[in-house]
């Protein structure tokens, strides 16, 4: 997986921070948005994140999560 990738969210997540949705839960499973970045480093030193890929899901929401959470289409 790599930034610019289209990602589709294949298992049930529930997020607490949708904009239309706040402080609620709300379950993005099939929700589909694009990775616009990957934690792997932090100020030049590698790091291991829990939650590394960054999607984009709309203008105002994007999400950390794992990679076993998305599929690429």
């Known amino acids: 997986m ?3 990738d289209r ?3 294949k298992d049930s997540v529930v ?3 949708h904009p239309e949705h ?3 839960p709300f379950d993005i499973k099939g929700t589909e948005g694009d990775v616009i970045g990957i934690a792997t ?3 030049e030193r590698p790091v291991s994140a829990n939650l590394p890929i960054l999607v984009q899901f ?3 929401f ?3 999560l794992r990679e076993n959470e998305l599929e690429i289409i």
Do not use: E, L, M, P
């Open 2 to 4: 790599k930034v610019g």
């Open 15 to 17: 997020v607490y921070h």
């Open 7 to 9: 990602v589709r969210v």
């Open 41 to 43: 480093q932090w100020r």
């Open 58 to 60: 709309s203008k105002k």
């Open 62 to 64: 994007k999400a950390h």
């Open 22 to 24: 706040r402080n609620q």
